[in-house]
Structures are given as C-alpha cells and as structure tokens.
C-alpha cells in the first residue's frame, strides 16, 4: 500500500468516525427535539444517555467499515457498489452497538443505570442512524474525491514517479496510476535499454527517458520521488544499480515481482521467523470474514425456510404423483478444497435419466426433463432444497456454482485457474450466475467472475447477489 493511498484510507477512517458520531446525535434530535415524531414514552436526556455511546458508535463506524472491506480501493468498484459497502457496514455497526448496549445494560450497568435506562437507544434512533450515516458517508467520500482531483489537478502534493521498463507489466503500473488520479501520482516517463527503433514513446503518449544507466541523470533532471522497478526476471540483475541511485538521490525505490501475471487472487505479504514470504492465492475469505458469512448463511436460510417450508412440500408432491421416483435427487459435487459432498435438488428429470448417456450438459428442450422439472429448471426452483445443504455447512447462500467432479477432471486441465474457485464454498447462486453466465455457457468466462467474487468478497457484495438473483429469477437465458 503506497503512501498516498494510506493517507486516503486514513482520511476515510477519521471522517466515518467523526461523521459516526453526527449521525448519532442527529438522529437523537430528530427524533426528539424535531415535531415529526410521537414520543409516548417520554424524551430521554442527551447528556448522558445518547453523549455517552457516540465514541462508541463512532469507533464502531469504521471497524464494521473494515470488516466490510469499504476502505479497499478498487478500480472496479462503483458507486453502487460503494453505496452497498456503506449500507451493509453502518447495518453491522448499528447490530454491535444493539449488542453492546443490551450486554452493558442487563449485565454491567448499575441498577441505578438500568432503572434509569441510561443505556437504552430508540430504535427509530437507530433507523434514522442508518439514514443519516450512509448519506453523509457518501456525501464525503464524494467531496474528499473531488477536493483530492482539484488539489492534484492544480499540481499540489503530486508524487512523481518514473517506471524502470517498458514491458507488460511496466504498462501494467502506469495503467493504475493513470486510472486512479485521485492518489496523487505523476507518471513523468520511463526508463529501459531494450526499446527497439530508437522510439522514444514508452506507453500512452509516456516518454521513454533513457536507458537504465541514465537512472541517475533522469531522477535528478525529473525531480523524481519514487522509482517503480517494472522489469523481466532475467534482467532483475539491472536492479542492483537501480537501487544504488535511489539510496544516492533519497528517493523510494518499489520493486514490482514480475511473477504478478500468475497471481490470478489477493497477493499478502507474511513473514517466516524474519523471511519475508508472498501469498500468491490469498482470499478474504478466512478467520472472522469466513465466521461473518456463516452467520449470514445460517440466519438467512432459517429465514428462507421458514418462508418456504409450505411450497417446496407441494413442488415434493407434485413431482411424486406427475413421474415416479423420488422427490429429492441427490447428487456428488465438488466443494471447498476440492471436498466433494452430496448436494439436494428437486428432481427435474426422469428417473435414471442418464443411464443411457452418463455425465452430459443439460441442452435447451432436453428430452430428459420432466414436464415439472422444465418448469423447475426455468426458475431455478430444483435448487431450493441446497438450502439443507447451506445449512449443513457444505455450502453457502453465494459462491461459485459447484460443479460434479466428472466436469472437474476434465476442465482442471484444460481452463487456468479452474481449481481456484474450490478456495471458498461452492454456492447457491453466484456473481457468475447473476450475469447470465449459467449451464452451457463459457467455462472460462464464468472462472473471470469466479475469481472477481473471490477475490473481492464483502457482505454487501453477498447481499447485492443475493438481491439480483431475486430480480433476475425469471430472466436467465440459459436456465433449462
């Protein structure tokens, strides 16, 4: 992370907490001070009741933000995506703080406190809490946004930086730069010995600045901050000269691992007794991220069944008395690790449909499929008892598909990185699924949006699935 982009992220921090803390007491005065509401039971005292929790709401604010993964910067992220990451953390901050007041109030407050009901929040408080924070934490991400452009567009704080190579991954650092003005960097040019024709265009209209024995001359002439070595493995020998010139001129020197083209995850930096160590296939989804989504799993699906206990009995019955055979079809997918586990559908076909064929695609009109089961099949309805499944642990609401380890063996070969979507739980539905990418489609397409879901987890990127999935349930073109 450069220092730029921590500045920002810090900025962030300080302004979720103080803007945390606004919200809070904002909320209190409209709901109390502000003729737009009853209040039956009475106004309680700002100070101390309310004035006492805002460091804690405020404090709140941005560790839920964290854990939402707000403070990553993406270049791929949207406003909407934003608004989602927003939402979904000052949701989990408003469940801390819930969880927090009624742990103080029952068990550690006095009972003068409890009588008083020093630690109690109006739950239209809270609502109106979610509101407010989300608006002005939009509000200022928006301003901070502009006010860094102005402020570097006027040449004011700017970073100057000058790349060592001209190849593809050379082309790769100066692309993010370019697309995030916002962090503060100018990209003066480059520097390389191998650029053939004498051409001294390096990348996008970038000047090639001289070979890798001008480092020296250029980094004083460009008033150089930062020296970004971009070059091939087989010429990581050039590096050492490069590096003298930047302890001569004071300036930082980063080296980029040419190896970043096999990275397909999050790379980390970790540390073996003193070594540093890279993980090449980190994922998001570990520790206290993976025990979150298990919470939402398991609260959800209860929900879910709840809903749906009486109408997936009729689906039951109704495929008992229209074909013989059994309501429930089990079949062997491949999960987690790689694990394989015995996923529940709704029968969709005749039974021992494929004793003729084996392991085959499902086609559009497929002669196999019941005249229930296309019906089941077009709106995804064979799926909903993977629920017990979810609940069980062998999957979750959203991840990659899982897929029968007959099509693993084939396609762990053939398709890059395949084996990588086993790195989290096989899914219900999935950001693949959601973009139309179901059944017989590209293997290889819906590996890309495999990857981006794994690779850029977050709750509210669960919840934006899960909701487009609802949207979209009748509007797959693939799903028979």
């Known amino acids: 992370m450069t220092r730029q982009t921590r500045v920002l992220i810090a900025c962030h921090v300080v302004l979720d907490f103080t803007l945390g803390m606004a919200a809070f007491a904002l909320a209190y005065f409209l709901r109390f001070e502000v003729d737009l509401f009853a209040t039956p039971k009475g106004q309680p005292d700002f100070v101390p009741q309310y004035l006492v929790l805002m460091p804690f709401i405020g404090l709140l604010v941005p560790l839920a933000f964290h854990l939402q993964g707000a403070y990553r910067l993406h270049r791929h992220r949207t406003g909407v995506d934003d608004f989602f990451n927003l939402l979904v953390g000052t949701l989990l901050a408003v469940i801390a703080g819930l969880l927090g007041t009624l742990y103080v109030q029952v068990y550690s407050a006095s009972p003068t406190d409890r009588d008083a ?12 809490f979610v509101v407010l924070n989300v608006g ?9 946004r502009r006010y860094m452009r102005r402020r570097f567009a006027a040449g004011i704080g700017l970073r100057r930086v000058l790349i060592a190579g001209t190849g593809e991954l050379a082309r790769h650092v100066a692309d993010r730069f370019l697309r995030h003005a916002e962090f503060g960097y100018h990209v003066t040019g480059f520097l390389d010995d191998d650029v053939a ?25 460009e008033r150089i901050d930062q020296l970004y070595v971009a070059l091939p493995l087989d010429r990581h020998v050039k590096m050492l000269g490069l590096i003298e010139v930047a302890n001569r001129e004071c300036i930082d020197i980063k080296v980029v691992p040419d190896f970043l083209q096999f990275v397909t995850l999050r790379a980390r930096l970790e540390e ?40 997936m009995a009729a689906i039951a019955a109704v495929i008992r008395l229209t074909s013989p055979g059994p309501a429930i079809y089990r079949q062997e997918r491949m999960g987690l690790d790689g694990r394989p586990f ?4 709704f ?5 021992d449909a494929e004793r003729h064929t084996g392991p085959i695609w ?13 019906v089941l099949r077009r709106f995804s309805l064979d799926e909903l008892p993977q629920l017990w499944n979810v609940l069980r642990g062998d999957m979750s609401l959203v991840g990659p598909r899982p897929e029968r380890p007959y099509f693993v063996e084939q ?13 989290v739980k096989a899914g219900l539905t999935g950001w693949a699924q959601v973009n139309d990418l179901r059944g017989n489609t590209s293997i290889e397409k819906r590996i890309e949006y495999d990857l981006y879901y794994i690779e850029n987890w977050s709750v509210a990127l669960d919840f934006k699935i899960m909701w487009l999935t609802v949207l979209r349930l009748s509007f797959h073109r693939h799903a028979y």
């Open 342 to 345: 015995m996923t529940l559908k």
């Open 272 to 311: 073996l007794d003193g070594i540093p160590l890279i993980n090449v296939n980190d994922v998001p989804l570990q520790g206290l991220n993976a025990a979150v989504k298990r919470v939402i799993d398991i609260g959800c699906t209860v929900a879910a069944l709840l809903v749906l206990a009486a109408p």
């Open 347 to 351: 029968r969709s076909m005749f039974n």
């Open 197 to 221: 024709g004498g051409d001294n265009v390096g990348y996008r209209g970038l000047p090639l600045l001289g070979t890798l024995a001008d480092a020296g001359d250029v980094v004083t002439r």
């Open 411 to 423: 396609f762990k070969d053939r398709v890059p990185q395949y084996m990588l979507r086993h790195k």
């Open 362 to 374: 499902t086609r559009r009109d497929d002669p196999r499929c019941t005249p229930v089961g296309r």
């Open 117 to 128: 009901g020093t630690f109690e929040v109006s739950r239209l408080v809270w609502g109106l």
């Open 136 to 144: 002005l934490t939009c509000a200022s991400r928006d301003l901070l």
